[in-house]
């Protein structure tokens, strides 16, 4: 156990839906990453949060979004769900939002959506 | 289009024998990182290098960054069965924020006894 806990760990819908996967931070740690793993893209960075607040951002596309709450637990959100969306979905955390001295990314164990 | 490209795609080797895994990118990182993933479960953080030509070792396990900091390899000596699993490389660009990791497309390791 990482320590980072994601729900659900298996998901499947419909093309078009939408759905909210969650991620619980390791304690302690302040900045939370969201991850997608693709059989054809391997895994892509998608977005950054730090205490709450955006810090950096990557392919994300624009039918979804995220937030991080002040609990410090943190939500992706998926819409308008297509084919292509399913993927397995990573979480993690870290202490700090940059490499300075042992700062670790720490993974969740993932949610698997599948879009049919 | 990965930025780091992994190679071999696809090792399988027998209990014993040694194994080497590369990471090579065009780009240059301000640090790179070894994962090991396995079935079910997130990628868990193996070492990270952050000086050009740095060694590092971890048991069996030897990690060495390009002098260029372009580039990595993972040596893994008499290897055991609880070896296998998907080693990703991952590194961090130096225009990039810390978190913003790009990975390799990985090496599925299978060691047999």
């Known amino acids: 156990d990482s320590g980072v806990t994601q729900t659900p760990k298996h998901l499947i819908t419909a093309t078009g839906q939408r759905v909210t996967l969650r991620c619980s931070p390791r304690?302690?740690?302040?900045?939370v990453y969201w991850y997608q793993q693709s059989l054809d893209q391997g895994l892509q960075f998608l977005i950054q949060?730090?205490?709450?607040?955006?810090?950096a951002k990557g392919n994300i596309l624009e039918r979804f979004s995220a937030q991080q709450f002040p609990d410090l637990h943190s939500e992706l959100n998926l819409s308008s769900l297509e084919l292509g969306d399913s993927a397995l979905y990573f979480c993690?955390?870290?202490?700090?939002?940059?490499?300075?001295?042992?700062?670790?990314?720490?993974f969740g164990a993932g949610s698997r959506l599948t879009v049919l | 289009t990965q930025l780091l490209e992994q190679s071999p795609q696809f090792l399988s080797i027998q209990e014993g024998e040694n194994l080497t895994v590369y990471c090579n990118s065009s780009?240059?990182?301000?640090?790179l990182q070894w994962y090991r993933q396995e079935p079910g479960e997130g990628p868990v953080l193996l070492v990270t290098?952050?000086?050009?030509?740095e060694v590092k070792k971890l048991k069996r396990l030897t990690f060495q960054f390009g002098d260029a900091r372009k580039d990595s390899s993972l040596h893994i000596t008499a290897a055991q069965p609880g070896d296998t699993g998907l080693y990703l490389c991952?590194?961090?660009?130096?225009?990039?924020?810390?978190?913003?990791?790009?990975f390799g497309a990985g090496t599925q390791v299978v060691v047999t006894p």
């Open positions: 993690a955390s870290s202490l700090r939002p940059d490499s300075s001295g042992a700062n670790v990314l720490t």
């Open positions: 304690s302690g740690d302040l900045s």
């Open positions: 949060y730090y205490n709450g607040e955006e810090r």
């Open positions: 780009s240059v990182f301000s640090s």
């Open positions: 290098v952050v000086t050009g030509g």
């Open positions: 991952a590194g961090v660009m130096t225009t990039d924020s810390w978190g913003k990791l790009q």
